[in-house]
């Protein structure tokens, strides 16, 4: 949203970095144990590259529905508390943070708290195995820098990402490992269930400005539905190289409307209303050998949406999503070594929303109004990370999102042709970790593209790099 | 219904699994130990306790007294280098005696892992000091406790074949007292960390 200039706090990025180094080196470290630390009576790094990037042991903890370890209560009383907390304070600098307001011609800021403080977000988890078959954990965040109806910033706390299991493990008689680790999930985004960290709930960006503009296009499957839909899976890993699961999404309503709960789902556009169950599936080969492991796989969903969710009585639109990922992880002591890929491939049938736009110029309600009948959206994803000692680490990130231009969705360049939803650049963080529950980290997004070109991107001469985004944030977990 | 159905499928998902039977006997308990090293211990050290990461000690055919030793160590906490705190407080502590035993007993039966030669010449320059120690400088022959090509006797560990970076890693722990084993610091605490790294390679071969 954008505001005068006059709004934008005047502490420097400078003195902001500074403040927030100051502040959290001032947290006693022994207090700061996350429930499934706990749980296990591990260290995060057993389960962890760093969080929430997972080690083979950590996808296996997780595959195995996180019940390694104690109860949280038993016959002897309280073994430990099973919630953890997790809050984030940062200082966003946006490259070029003024803008020009199309309606007014004034000048106005981008980002309303450019280089202040700003504490967001913070969330709880409760977050346990429950006996030896069951365990999960349920995230609840609170947005201190929601976007609130009139367009200011403003609290809200809703449900945040959530994963219910029920796991169980065979063993042939005289097997050295498990045959088989299968389960069944109840959670609430795609790929939330996922254990390798390049599919999209927990793929890199761990985390970014709560602040900064960010491009308007990405494929469903890639966070459009997240903490809207209630999805029930089931999956089987055969001796540890072969994961297989199918799993079915439905609107987050009825007896599954906790996984939507905060959501805004009274205004037309505020969440996604999904028809039936719509499937997802995922396949993985993964190897293990020496400090080495990879995983190569492949995953996707149909999605049948209501244009409106206010309106479940017209067609749906159909988001056809087919994606491929790769994995390597190279874990010693003290060098850690880990890449992920992804290449989403989207392709929207608006066989709902084009017919109505043909005729009437509009979408359904708040849905889209697209020029085609059918349109593409491709997004590619690569980082590498380097960790020394578990505690210095680097990354070089590239991104990529293309697809068909389309003045219904995407508008018209100054000369009147259709825009594409294109955006790419490179993203650079830097990391540090004074101990494993604390990241103190630098990130810095530099867009090649964004929003459909690389200059003048909004009509406005806005151009790409102007959004290029700094981003100072301590991390805390406890 | 729906409702009726998620509750449904909850009770049919947990009604199939069987729950662990009593403890007793034990042939009872030698089973729940083996279901906890297949299950569990092997997600680090390997299918029959032959890990392939150089991070995590390979058990098999170790003897079977010095891994209770060490597993209890770990429980009690006196055991404190960086990896076991990380990685084995919380694991070993949630195992009784019985069951310590029986893991023990597990991987002491397994076939050793093959010896592996990265570099010959460090190689050869280990054996020479793991046969006859360094009589100049005081420090006796590794074998004399280790026994011969490093597979341990009563007492001792068996070193024949564990990963060369483990080795390395624990000697320099016990030599800068990170780790307690007070007769191994005695003899080690002059060894240089060219000398660990030679002697590690040898019993990674063996």
């Given at each position: 949203m954008l505001r005068h200039v006059t709004d934008v706090p005047v502490i420097t990025f400078a003195s902001a970095a500074m403040t927030l180094f100051l502040m959290f080196g001032l947290i006693d470290p022994a207090q700061a144990v996350p429930s499934y630390a706990r749980q296990t009576g591990q260290e995060c790094i057993a389960c962890h590259v760093s969080f929430p990037e997972l080690t083979p042991y950590g996808r296996y903890f997780k595959l195995t529905g996180y019940t390694i370890g104690k109860t949280s209560f038993s016959s002897e009383g309280m073994n430990y508390l099973p919630l953890a907390m997790m809050a984030q304070a940062s200082v966003t600098n946006t490259r070029n943070n003024n803008t020009t307001d199309p309606n007014t011609g004034d000048t106005v800021s981008v980002?309303?708290?450019?280089?202040g403080i700003v504490f967001c977000c913070a969330s709880i988890f409760l977050a346990s195995k429950v006996n030896d078959y069951i365990g999960g954990f349920v995230q609840w965040t609170y947005n201190h820098l929601a976007t609130t109806a009139d367009g200011t910033l403003g609290g809200h706390s809703g449900i945040d990402n959530t994963d219910l299991r029920v796991a169980g493990k065979y063993s042939g008689?005289?097997?050295?490992?498990?045959d088989w680790v299968y389960g069944a999930t109840v959670h609430n985004?795609?790929?939330?269930?996922?254990?390798?960290?390049?599919?999209?709930?927990?793929?890199?960006?761990?985390t970014t400005s709560p602040l900064a503009s960010t491009p308007a296009a990405a494929t469903l499957i890639d966070g459009g539905l997240a903490q809207q839909v209630a999805g029930l899976g089931a999956y089987v890993f055969w001796k540890k190289t072969l994961y297989g699961e199918v799993s079915f999404y439905k609107t987050a309503d009825g007896a599954f409307s906790i996984l939507r709960q905060?959501?805004?789902?009274?205004?037309?556009?505020g969440v996604a209303a999904l028809k039936g169950y719509n499937p997802y599936w995922r396949f993985a080969y993964s190897q293990d050998w020496g400090a080495n492991s990879i995983m190569v796989g492949t995953y996707g969903m149909v999605v049948d949406r209501y244009p409106s969710n206010l309106d479940t009585s017209t067609p749906t639109d159909r988001f056809r999503d087919i994606a491929i990922d790769a994995q390597y992880q190279y874990i010693t002591d003290p060098h850690t070594f880990t890449a992920q890929l992804t290449y989403i491939d989207e392709k929207q049938s608006y066989d709902a929303s084009f017919p109505v736009t043909l005729a009437t110029g509009a979408g359904i309600g708040a849905g889209p109004a697209p020029a085609n009948p059918t349109d593409k959206l491709h997004t590619f994803k690569a980082k590498a990370t380097y960790y020394h000692d578990r505690k210095y680490g680097g990354t070089l990130a590239y991104f990529s999102t293309t697809g068909s231009a389309d003045s219904g969705l995407y508008g018209t360049d100054p000369n009147g042709n259709a825009m594409k939803p294109d955006s790419s650049g490179y993203i650079i963080e830097l990391d540090y970790l004074p101990?494993?529950?604390i990241r103190v980290m630098f990130q810095y997004i530099a867009y090649n593209k964004f929003n459909g070109a690389s200059t003048n991107f909004d009509g406005n001469g806005r151009n790409a790099r102007d959004n290029n985004t700094a981003f100072l944030n301590v991390w805390v977990a406890f | 219904m729906t409702r009726k159905y998620v509750v449904l499928a909850v009770i049919l998902l947990a009604g199939a699994i069987t729950p662990v039977s009593a403890q007793n006997t034990a042939a009872d308990i030698q089973k729940a130990a083996e279901e906890k090293a297949v299950n569990l211990c092997s997600t680090c050290h390997g299918p029959r306790g032959i890990s392939t990461s150089p991070e995590f000690p390979i058990l098999a055919a170790q003897r079977k007294g010095y891994l209770e030793a060490q597993i209890d160590a770990f429980r009690k906490k006196a055991r404190a280098e960086k990896d076991a705190h990380d990685f084995m407080w919380g694991i070993a502590g949630n195992l009784d005696e019985a069951i310590i035993g029986g893991i023990a007993a597990y991987y002491a039966a397994q076939p050793p892992a093959p010896g592996r030669t990265d570099d010959p010449k460090l190689v050869a320059k280990g054996k020479e000091l793991f046969d006859k120690g360094l009589p100049e400088r005081g420090i006796p022959a590794c074998k004399a406790c280790h026994g011969d090509d490093a597979k341990g006797t009563a007492d001792f560990p068996r070193l024949a074949g564990q990963h060369a970076k483990y080795v390395a890693k624990q000697l320099n722990y016990i030599q800068s007292l990170v780790r307690a084993a007070p007769v191994m610091h005695g003899i080690i605490k002059d060894l240089t960390p060219p000398e660990m790294q030679a002697v590690a390679a040898y019993v990674q071969s063996k």
């Amino acid at each position: 949203m954008l505001r005068h200039v006059t709004d934008v706090p005047v502490i420097t990025f400078a003195s902001a970095a500074m403040t927030l180094f100051l502040m959290f080196g001032l947290i006693d470290p022994a207090q700061a144990v996350p429930s499934y630390a706990r749980q296990t009576g591990q260290e995060c790094i057993a389960c962890h590259v760093s969080f929430p990037e997972l080690t083979p042991y950590g996808r296996y903890f997780k595959l195995t529905g996180y019940t390694i370890g104690k109860t949280s209560f038993s016959s002897e009383g309280m073994n430990y508390l099973p919630l953890a907390m997790m809050a984030q304070a940062s200082v966003t600098n946006t490259r070029n943070n003024n803008t020009t307001d199309p309606n007014t011609g004034d000048t106005v800021s981008v980002n309303q708290r450019n280089n202040g403080i700003v504490f967001c977000c913070a969330s709880i988890f409760l977050a346990s195995k429950v006996n030896d078959y069951i365990g999960g954990f349920v995230q609840w965040t609170y947005n201190h820098l929601a976007t609130t109806a009139d367009g200011t910033l403003g609290g809200h706390s809703g449900i945040d990402n959530t994963d219910l299991r029920v796991a169980g493990k065979y063993s042939g008689a005289g097997a050295a490992e498990p045959d088989w680790v299968y389960g069944a999930t109840v959670h609430n985004n795609p790929t939330v269930q996922d254990v390798w960290n390049s599919t999209p709930a927990f793929g890199f960006p761990y985390t970014t400005s709560p602040l900064a503009s960010t491009p308007a296009a990405a494929t469903l499957i890639d966070g459009g539905l997240a903490q809207q839909v209630a999805g029930l899976g089931a999956y089987v890993f055969w001796k540890k190289t072969l994961y297989g699961e199918v799993s079915f999404y439905k609107t987050a309503d009825g007896a599954f409307s906790i996984l939507r709960q905060g959501q805004d789902i009274h205004t037309d556009g505020g969440v996604a209303a999904l028809k039936g169950y719509n499937p997802y599936w995922r396949f993985a080969y993964s190897q293990d050998w020496g400090a080495n492991s990879i995983m190569v796989g492949t995953y996707g969903m149909v999605v049948d949406r209501y244009p409106s969710n206010l309106d479940t009585s017209t067609p749906t639109d159909r988001f056809r999503d087919i994606a491929i990922d790769a994995q390597y992880q190279y874990i010693t002591d003290p060098h850690t070594f880990t890449a992920q890929l992804t290449y989403i491939d989207e392709k929207q049938s608006y066989d709902a929303s084009f017919p109505v736009t043909l005729a009437t110029g509009a979408g359904i309600g708040a849905g889209p109004a697209p020029a085609n009948p059918t349109d593409k959206l491709h997004t590619f994803k690569a980082k590498a990370t380097y960790y020394h000692d578990r505690k210095y680490g680097g990354t070089l990130a590239y991104f990529s999102t293309t697809g068909s231009a389309d003045s219904g969705l995407y508008g018209t360049d100054p000369n009147g042709n259709a825009m594409k939803p294109d955006s790419s650049g490179y993203i650079i963080e830097l990391d540090y970790l004074p101990i494993q529950n604390i990241r103190v980290m630098f990130q810095y997004i530099a867009y090649n593209k964004f929003n459909g070109a690389s200059t003048n991107f909004d009509g406005n001469g806005r151009n790409a790099r102007d959004n290029n985004t700094a981003f100072l944030n301590v991390w805390v977990a406890f | 219904m729906t409702r009726k159905y998620v509750v449904l499928a909850v009770i049919l998902l947990a009604g199939a699994i069987t729950p662990v039977s009593a403890q007793n006997t034990a042939a009872d308990i030698q089973k729940a130990a083996e279901e906890k090293a297949v299950n569990l211990c092997s997600t680090c050290h390997g299918p029959r306790g032959i890990s392939t990461s150089p991070e995590f000690p390979i058990l098999a055919a170790q003897r079977k007294g010095y891994l209770e030793a060490q597993i209890d160590a770990f429980r009690k906490k006196a055991r404190a280098e960086k990896d076991a705190h990380d990685f084995m407080w919380g694991i070993a502590g949630n195992l009784d005696e019985a069951i310590i035993g029986g893991i023990a007993a597990y991987y002491a039966a397994q076939p050793p892992a093959p010896g592996r030669t990265d570099d010959p010449k460090l190689v050869a320059k280990g054996k020479e000091l793991f046969d006859k120690g360094l009589p100049e400088r005081g420090i006796p022959a590794c074998k004399a406790c280790h026994g011969d090509d490093a597979k341990g006797t009563a007492d001792f560990p068996r070193l024949a074949g564990q990963h060369a970076k483990y080795v390395a890693k624990q000697l320099n722990y016990i030599q800068s007292l990170v780790r307690a084993a007070p007769v191994m610091h005695g003899i080690i605490k002059d060894l240089t960390p060219p000398e660990m790294q030679a002697v590690a390679a040898y019993v990674q071969s063996k």
